[in-house]
């Protein structure tokens, strides 16, 4: 099974693989942050992503629903030490196969990942029935007000554009260096998140809230 770590300490991408290679596993790549995740999961097209949630430049959960919205044949599984509910249930909502904590046995560890090669969620029995719990209830409503705290660095960067004009999909993707479906997802993200319906909306907002600073005229 072809594996990619993204992970952004050393050391433990260097232990994780391995561990793996020991175990017959093929590693084809590593990623220090989100970003680089993403791109490496579009080129090397692994059976699985091994994916932290803490990362620079786009976070574990940013990564997973980019791979999830291009459409890609890869499975991702959170790998954290993060044991928060919330980090749980918008893992598994953003497309991932499961989620695993760092301090698990090695032994329980290959046996998750020899079921998702089958198919399975990889959880175990205590996050399942987190997992079941959470969705077992009825969702709660959301108060209908805007957060632009909640953005994240790469949707920020997005805004910045809007703002200074660059409004087109196409445009956006040159500047940003990622595909038109990437755009798409982090407009719908924005629109969400600040509870608008278009860009005119978004751009508007940004200058009423002075989130981006507009260059000096000639700049």
Known sequence: ?????ADDHSLFRDSLR????????????????????????????PEIVLM??????????????????????????VLTASDDDAHLFEAIKSGAQGYLLKDLEAAQFFTLLEGVERGEPALTPSLARRLLAE?????????????????TDREREVLELLVRGVTSNRKLAAKLGVSE????????????KLHLNNRAQVVSYALRHHMVELPEDGA
């Not at 932290?52 to 991702?76: C, F, H, N, Q």
Request: proline share 5%; net charge negative.
């Open 181 to 192: 479906n990437t755009v798409k997802f982090h407009l719908r993200n924005i629109l969400d």
């Open 52 to 77: 932290d949630l803490s990362m620079p430049e786009m976070d574990g959960l940013a990564a997973t629903r980019v791979i999830s919205a291009e459409g890609l044949e890869v499975k991702v599984v």
């Open 18 to 45: 391995s561990l793996l290679e020991a175990q017959g596993y093929e590693v084809v790549g590593e990623a220090r942050n989100g970003r680089e995740a993403v791109e490496l999961a579009k080129r090397l097209r």
């Open 1 to 5: 099974m072809r594996i990619l770590i």
């Open 135 to 151: 969705f077992a209830h009825p969702a709660k409503a959301v108060p209908a007000q805007q957060n632009p705290d909640a953005l």
